[in-house]
Antibody, heavy 120, light 113 residues
Framework: QVQLVESGGGVVQPGESLRLSCVASGFSFSNYAMHWVRQAPGKGLEWVALIRSDGSNKYNVDSVKGRFTISRDNSKNTLYLQMNILRPEDTAVYYC?????????????WGQGTLVTVSS | DIVMTQSPDSLAASLGERATINCKSSQGILYSANNKNSLAWFQQKPGQPPKLLISWASTRRSGVPDRFSGSESGTDFTLTISSLQAEDVAVYYCQQYYSTPLTFGGGTKVEIK
């Protein structure tokens, strides 16, 4: 069965960096696009970034451009989100999610999430 | 960016009653390759990640009870729970996956009256 396990969350100060990881199992990771989606405490869902199955194309929301970088290592079945210059408004649970195809914009399975708190 | 406007923000219905959630996209999201709208519905129960219920506006995912159905009319979309059950208490989100940035509606909280 599909499993996505996120890690790397924690408490950091504004301006600091953090790298999230998501280890995938139960499917052929290298064949599917992957996403990061976040949810601020008590708020709705916000899509953050997408990477195609081969890493050739990446997309992200404007609010994280120049600060967050999505990447993947298909040999390790792992998705990453490098987050730099963190702001208080980046505080959220970060979910990784599996796309439905190599470039799939639709997410069909989500991990349990990892909490990132940005506070001084 | 495509704005997804969802209504109501919350609703309460009795067990066995029908519950209806609306979602409107600010522009067309019709995928030309299959002539289907790129609209998904997710269910999120407290403390859990979202779960995909419906894709392409009306295609129920395998294993989703048939009391959940999706419909569409142009840029207006509807999720209907035909007979509300206790386990349906959750927040429901619509999402367009037509173009990046992918965007969600604000969510509808469904409770039992």
């Amino acid at each position: 069965q599909v499993q996505l396990v996120e890690s790397g969350g924690g408490v950091v100060q504004p301006g600091e960096s953090l790298r999230l990881s998501c280890v995938a199992s139960g499917f052929s990771f290298s064949n599917y696009a992957m996403h990061w989606v976040r949810q601020a405490p008590g708020k709705g869902l916000e899509w953050v970034a997408l990477i195609r199955s081969d890493g050739s194309n990446k997309y992200n929301v404007d609010s994280v451009k120049g600060r967050f970088t999505i990447s993947r290592d298909n040999s390790k079945n792992t998705l990453y989100l490098q987050m730099n210059i963190l702001r208080p408004e980046d505080t959220a649970v970060y979910y990784c999610a599996k796309g439905t195809s190599s470039g799939g914009y639709l997410c069909d399975f989500w991990g349990q999430g990892t909490l990132v708190t940005v506070s001084s | 960016d495509i704005v997804m406007t969802q209504s109501p923000d919350s609703l309460a219905a009795s067990l066995g009653e029908r519950a209806t959630i609306n979602c409107k996209s600010s522009q067309g999201i019709l995928y030309s390759a299959n002539n289907k709208n790129s609209l998904a519905w997710f269910q999120q129960k407290p403390g859990q990640p979202p779960k995909l219920l419906i894709s392409w506006a009306s295609t129920r995912r395998s294993g989703v009870p048939d009391r959940f159905s999706g419909s569409e009319s142009g840029t207006d979309f509807t999720l209907t729970i035909s007979s509300l059950q206790a386990e349906d208490v959750a927040v429901y989100y619509c999402q367009q996956y037509y173009s990046t940035p992918l965007t969600f509606g604000g969510g509808t909280k469904v409770e039992i009256k």
